[in-house]
């Protein structure tokens, strides 16, 4: 099973640089608070929808920049 999940570092520096918080950042991408909280902490999977819109928001990072794939537990990293 191939897994989506937030770089919880990289995207903190990400928001950090725009000075944003992660409050700012959902309200501009139209998510809840708790909704972004639950992606950071890895509760949940960013859906496609919500990983374009962070990306559009930070538009200096690319998905790799802020997204680990993992496949059956462990990480993988795309090659270009």
């Known amino acids: 099973m191939v ?20 409050r700012d950042l959902a309200e501009k991408i139209g998510f809840s608070r708790s909704h ?18 962070i990306l559009e928001h930070l538009s200096e990072y690319t998905f790799d920049d802020l997204f680990v794939i993992e496949e059956n537990g462990s990480n993988v990293r795309t090659e270009d």
């Open 3 to 22: 897994k989506v999940k937030l770089n919880r570092v990289a995207f903190e520096i990400a928001i950090s640089r725009k000075n944003l918080s992660q």
């Open 36 to 53: 972004l909280s639950h992606i950071i902490n890895g509760r949940r999977e960013p859906s496609p929808v919500l990983r374009r819109l």
